[in-house]
């Protein structure tokens, strides 16, 4: 077990080692049109698929404990209602103070939706992968460190779940596939590293070849 990173820049370089390179497929510039202006994102995905906007979603650690949500079965407009998942959602864009667009960052995107899904708030994280979300848009995921582990739910979601690791999770169903891979990466990753949590206002502020892989 490695008991100490020294730097941001060496733990963040400890972590990429923990990922193993088969599990990646594919590399590709996401480009999305958004009102006429043309917004830019490299991103490491497992299938090379034209992506219409970006989703964000995390794997919420809390004093060992892993969340698990289910999303509302009453959704029609959802194609993945009733499904066990992972928090998160999509990254907004918006007109700022000067007229011209742009949007979230992934870590504020995702504070975002944690708090409007679960109330819930974090103050560090890392990031865990990127990949293509229903074909249709480019997602990143991370495992953040919250703040507490009192839940209230949205109307999105109905039920909730702790559990303490991903052999709990053959027992959802159904549930999205690929999540299990995720915690199993999450764990390994816990094992060895001791602290792989970063701050998020540092992480915000990485260097783009640590976030988008």
């Known amino acids: 077990m490695v008991t100490g990173c020294g730097s941001l820049e060496a733990k963040m370089l400890l972590l990429e080692n923990c990922n193993p390179e088969p ?9 999305i049109l958004f009102y006429g ?15 219409k906007g970006i989703t964000v979603t995390g794997t919420v650690h809390y004093q060992g404990k892993y969340l698990l949500v289910r999303r ?10 009733g499904f066990w998942a992972f928090p998160g959602g999509r990254v907004q864009f918006y007109e700022n103070s000067n ?8 870590t504020q995107a995702l504070a975002r939706e944690l708090a409007e899904e679960v109330g819930l708030e974090f103050d560090s994280a890392f990031y865990v992968d990127s990949y293509s979300s229903l074909g249709k848009r480019a997602a990143a995921h991370f495992c953040v460190n919250a703040l507490s582990d009192k839940i209230q739910l949205n109307d999105e979601l109905e039920d909730f779940c702790w559990i303490s690791s991903s052999d709990e999770m053959a027992k959802f169903s159904p549930i999205i596939p690929g999540l299990i891979n995720h915690m199993a990466y999450i764990e390994q990753t816990l094992r060895v ?5 970063i701050p998020i206002e540092v992480l915000d502020l990485m260097p783009d070849r640590y976030i988008n892989k």
Not at 40 to 51: G, P, T, W
Request: aromatic share 12%; with cysteine.
């Open 23 to 31: 599990y990646w497929k594919t590399e590709l510039t996401v480009i």
């Open 37 to 51: 202006k043309q917004f830019q994102f490299s991103l490491r995905i497992h299938m090379n698929n034209e992506a």
């Open 72 to 81: 509302t079965r009453a959704d029609n407009e959802d194609p993945l209602a």
């Open 99 to 106: 007229g011209k667009f742009a949007c979230e960052t992934l």
């Open 193 to 197: 590293v001791r602290n792989p949590f």
